[in-house]
Nanobody
């Protein structure tokens, strides 16, 4: 069982930046064994994929809507996954969820499909004002 806690959400003006972090509370799990992803859900909309990366961080995928603006990364020594969000737009407003898929021996595996992820955080609200 993997518990995930997101942090870093908040209110920002359009064009601004936020940095989201995801980590297990109290280092109860080792995220280095998991492919990781970020998803988001806006009010009245279905959850959508944002970004994903493999265990080794070499394979990364972004949704078209955030490509070039968001950066997903991981620091396995700090047991943390981060989503750097720049040039934020009002349509980025949503609850953002961190998710873990695994554990895997395959260090290159990652997924853009929410159903593949086994563990989810509670989410953090991101609001972008125009």
């Amino acid at each position: 069982q993997v518990q995930l806690v997101e942090s870093g959400g908040g209110l920002v003006q359009a064009g601004g930046s936020l940095r989201l972090s995801c980590a297990p509370p109290g280092h109860t799990s080792t995220l280095s064994w998991y492919a990781m992803g970020w998803f988001r859900q806006a009010p009245g909309k279905e959850r959508e994929f944002v970004a994903a990366l493999s265990r080794n961080g070499n394979n990364i995928n972004y949704s078209d809507s955030v490509k070039g603006r968001f950066t997903i990364s991981r620091d396995n020594t700090k047991n943390t996954v981060t989503l750097q969000m720049n040039s934020l737009k009002p349509e980025d407003t949503a609850v953002y969820y961190c998710a873990a898929d695994g554990p895997y021996f395959n260090a290159s595996k990652y997924s853009s499909t929410g159903a593949d992820y086994d563990y989810w955080g509670q989410g953090t609200q991101v609001t972008v004002s125009s």
